[in-house]
């Protein structure tokens, strides 16, 4: 669970995506970057496309930790990653896109910066303007 370097407008893109809550429990605070595909079994470290956000406490169990001592019957990390591919299956359905994990190499090839789930009717503030032109800039 240790960062890649994301950048906070990075970050923050896929935290507004996700409605700046728990994909999987709806919390809003302690938030935090999951990649569904791990970054050692090839997922992309920096496609939106692999990431979701988590509590830590859901995060946690993605690893196979549990923080809440939530005992046998707590969802596994196998669970976790099922959960998170049907979120984000369902969530690029809507928008009429084929979300598929095992399919980065194509996927890699579009600038998922400019998708409309990337994006907001609510004005961003000015420092998230001049972080968002700064993250289009440096190519995403």
Known sequence: MTSNKLSNAFRKMVYRRD??????????????????VPRGQGGPADKPMNMITLCSDCHALAHGIDLRDLGPGRPSPEDITQLCIEYLADLYAAEGLLWNPWSFTAASLVDWTNHPKYTSEVPLTKAEQIAWEHLKKAGG
């Not at 605070?29 to 999951?34: G, M, S, T, V």
């Open 19 to 36: 409605g700046y809550r728990c994909a999987l429990c709806d919390y809003t605070r302690h938030l935090q970057i999951h990649h569904v």
